[in-house]
């Protein structure tokens, strides 16, 4: 006759199988990686010269729990018959980028041709000492510019005439108040008045 079965066997097979998820998941814990957010930003300013100047900026966090060793940034996307570089250089190299860490690099580029650009997002490459391999990162993309176009004349508040005639209009305000205020009757006296002629 077969014996009945009992819970035991079971116990253990879920126990065996909680361990085993164990080890797995503090394995896997145990292998973090950097981990990067990288930035990417480019505003355009026009020059009194009429010439267009693009300031690109990125930043790079480390928001992992290790160290990145090796960190390259090139930001490639900028056509060399549209664009020359006047400031800093396209691609940069670190040592290192620690963990919680912040890297930041910028340069400047001057456009020469008119028309829409759309700038693809900057590559950063990392090592880190558990992988042979590089690790990539890429950045956020940016908004497309569009370089040299004609825009319409901004208004702006002429603070060279405010600083030119804001004294004499402050003086005249102050005298017209005066001289409205000295000239309308005011009405405890018009009361006054009306008060003597019953």
Do not use: C
């Not at 650009?117 to 558990?130: E, K, L, Q, S």
């Not at 000295?182 to 018009?190: D, H, L, M, N």
């Amino acid at each position: 006759m077969a014996s009945p079965v009992t819970g035991e066997p079971l116990i253990s097979i879920a126990l065996i199988a909680l361990l085993s998820f164990l080890l797995v998941s503090s394995s896997l814990a145990s292998s973090d990686v950097p981990f990067m957010v990288v930035q990417k930003k480019a505003t355009s300013t026009r020059l009194k010269s009429g010439a267009e100047r693009v300031s690109v900026s990125i930043d790079i966090y480390n928001q992992g729990s290790t160290t990145a060793f090796d960190v390259s940034l090139a930001d490639e996307n900028w056509p060399q018959d549209v664009f020359d570089v006047v400031n800093g250089n396209t691609s940069h190299s670190w040592e290192r980028l620690d963990a919680g860490g912040i890297l930041s690099h910028s340069f400047e580029l001057e456009a020469k041709k008119k028309g829409m650009h759309y700038g693809g997002p900057a590559v950063i490459t990392f090592r880190i000492p558990t992988k042979s391999a590089l690790q990539e990162a890429y950045s956020t993309p940016i908004l497309p510019l569009d370089v040299l176009a004609e825009r319409a004349p901004e208004k702006k508040f002429e603070w060279r005439l405010l600083a030119k005639y804001g004294s004499l209009v402050s003086v005249i305000s102050i005298i017209v108040l005066f001289v409205y205020l000295v000239i309308t009757p005011s009405k405890s006296s018009a009361a006054k008045g009306s008060k003597k002629k019953r």
